[in-house]
T-cell receptor
Framework: AQKVTQTQTSISVMEKTTVTMDCVYETQDSSYFLFWYKQTASGEIVFLIRQDSYKKENATVGHYSLNFQKPKSSIGLIITATQIEDSAVYFCAMRNYNQGKLIFGQGTKLSIKP | DAGVTQTPRHEVAEKGQTIILKCEPVSGHNDLFWYRQTKIQGLELLSYFRSKSLMEDGGAFKDRFKAEMLNSSFSTLKIQPTEPKDSAVYLC?????????????FGHGTKLSVL
């Protein structure tokens, strides 16, 4: 069975600092895809970044990067040089290679203080 | 390209009513998902279609929830009869099938309040 767990309910950091959000997952499949999505205050959910399980390099997009630790079934999201507009709820999600469904974690609420 | 369109944006129902939520996926997308979002349970998968075939029906949601994909560009989620605990945001999402690592595109959701 698939499961995604985000243990941090909320995080608050100062603007322009770096923040890491944790996520662990469970799957029986050897090939899978890990995603991070952001939900803004308006409710809109947007895709941020993806890690393919067979890739050793950590994915990076803009000021988002991932810390993929496959032996620990862990995929952390790192946001550098945080901005006020990064305040949102961040969801970790997983999709197995041969299954289409996307399973989400509970989400982490990030607040950026000026 | 148009994104995922959900209607209505808000729905208020009396307990016991039947309500139908609508979704139009991104053109050309063959995977369609319905999720329910609440503060306590988070994002729960209700139904998942691939090329109009139901792949996942959400287990616990079977009895009063029914999603259908009438054609490749339109899906409905029927809740019958509604209960106050169904109050939540219902999200529709779509993605391309050909690429299994493809991201999902989400609609803005329908906020359902059951009195």
């Amino acid at each position: 069975a698939q499961k995604v767990t985000q243990t941090q309910t909320s995080i608050s950091v100062m603007e322009k600092t770096t923040v890491t959000m944790d996520c662990v997952y469970e799957t029986q499949d050897s090939s899978y895809f890990l995603f991070w999505y952001k939900q803004t205050a308006s409710g809109e959910i947007v895709f941020l970044i993806r890690q393919d399980s067979y890739k050793k390099e950590n994915a990076t997009v803009g000021h988002y990067s991932l810390n993929f630790q496959k032996p620990k079934s862990s995929i952390g999201l790192i946001i550098t040089a945080t901005q006020i507009e990064d305040s949102a709820v961040y969801f970790c999600a997983m999709r197995n290679y041969n299954q289409g469904k996307l399973i989400f974690g509970q989400g982490t609420k990030l607040s950026i203080k000026p | 390209d148009a994104g995922v369109t959900q209607t209505p944006r808000h729905e208020v129902a009396e307990k016991g009513q039947t309500i139908i939520l609508k979704c139009e996926p991104v053109s050309g997308h063959n995977d369609l998902f319905w999720y329910r979002q609440t503060k306590i349970q988070g994002l729960e998968l209700l139904s998942y279609f691939r090329s109009k075939s139901l792949m996942e029906d959400g287990g616990a949601f079977k009895d009063r929830f029914k999603a259908e994909m009438l054609n490749s560009s339109f899906s409905t989620l029927k809740i019958q009869p509604t209960e106050p605990k169904d109050s939540a945001v219902y999200l529709c999402a779509s993605s391309r099938t050909e690429i299994s690592n493809e991201r999902l595109f989400f609609g803005h959701g329908t906020k359902l309040s059951v009195l």
